[in-house]
Nanobody, 123 residues
Framework: QVVESGGGSVQAGGSLRLSCAAS????????MAWFRQAPGQERERVIC???????RYADSVKGRFTISPDNGKNTLNLQLTSLKPEDSGMYYC???????????????????WGQGTQVTVSS
């Protein structure tokens, strides 16, 4: 199960926090990711992390989106800063195969998905 929270509406330059927790994996660590999707566009990976703590960010968010210091096992909490209107969309959290040592930019690689949370940035 993947449960998300956070998101909301802010003006450009503002900040938001997204939280995600994956459960049901026992003692295993799983790769996790945040994707976003704007209307009429494909789902885009924003960030992914492995169970070993290796992270990959999309170039468009580097330096603005960071993993929260309170992040833990099978969670992916994200701080979104310096938000731009083009960051708007539905944000989805995903969890990958249990025990994977990598994370993927492809949505199809992930087995479990949350319901999504909306982020709206106005200019």
């Amino acid at each position: 199960q993947v449960v998300e929270s956070g998101g909301g509406s802010v003006q450009a330059g503002g900040s938001l926090r997204l939280s995600c927790a994956a459960s049901g994996f026992g003692d295993s660590s799983v790769s996790m990711a945040w994707f976003r999707q704007a209307p009429g566009q494909e789902r885009e990976r924003v960030i992914c992390t492995t169970g070993d703590g290796i992270s990959r960010y999309a170039d468009s968010v580097k330096g603005r989106f960071t993993i929260s210091p309170d992040n833990g096992k099978n969670t992916l909490n994200l701080q979104l800063t310096s938000l731009k209107p083009e960051d708007s969309g539905m944000y989805y959290c995903a969890a990958g195969p249990s025990g994977a040592r990598v994370c993927s930019p492809r949505a199809g690689w992930y087995n479990y998905w949350g319901q999504g949370t909306q982020v709206t940035v106005s200019s």
